[in-house]
């Protein structure tokens, strides 16, 4: 299971992007949807997170600019990235990180293809 990113691309300082993900709905209705990124030379890393239940949580070098959300009708999650900054220049991952409460429990993680997005003048 593949998920399918997209909008990345080039920005100024400043400006804004629009990055969404589609996962299939059987597991995009039991994940918790997450954005990562990875800066060249730099460790990948949470940027924000959504749960099930519309709960988001974001690395605090983004809050107050970017923005996730989930779409459970279309089973997609968008990151909204505005004011962005040349620290913010990377390849974006999204994945779903799934767990069912079945018998037996079962969890997983799926990734996407990265996206890449630079910022910079």
């Known amino acids: 299971v593949q998920l399918q990113a997209s909008g990345g691309g080039l920005v100024q300082p400043g400006g804004s992007l629009r990055l969404s993900c589609a996962a299939p709905?059987?597991?995009?209705?039991?994940?918790?949807m997450e954005w990562y990124r990875q800066a060249p030379g730099k460790q990948r890393e949470l940027v924000a997170a959504?749960?099930?239940?519309?709960?988001?949580n974001y690395v605090d070098s983004v809050k107050g600019r970017f923005t996730i959300s989930r779409d459970n009708a279309k089973n997609t999650v968008t990151l909204q990235m505005n004011s962005l900054k040349p620290e913010d220049t990377a390849v974006y991952y999204c994945?779903?990180?799934?767990?069912?409460?079945?018998?037996?429990?079962?969890?997983?993680?799926?990734w996407g293809k990265g996206t890449l997005v630079t910022v910079s003048s």
């Open positions: 709905g059987n597991i995009f209705m039991f994940s918790t």
């Open positions: 959504i749960t099930r239940s519309d709960g988001a």
């Open positions: 994945s779903a990180d799934f767990f069912s409460y079945g018998d037996p429990p079962v969890a997983a993680r799926y």
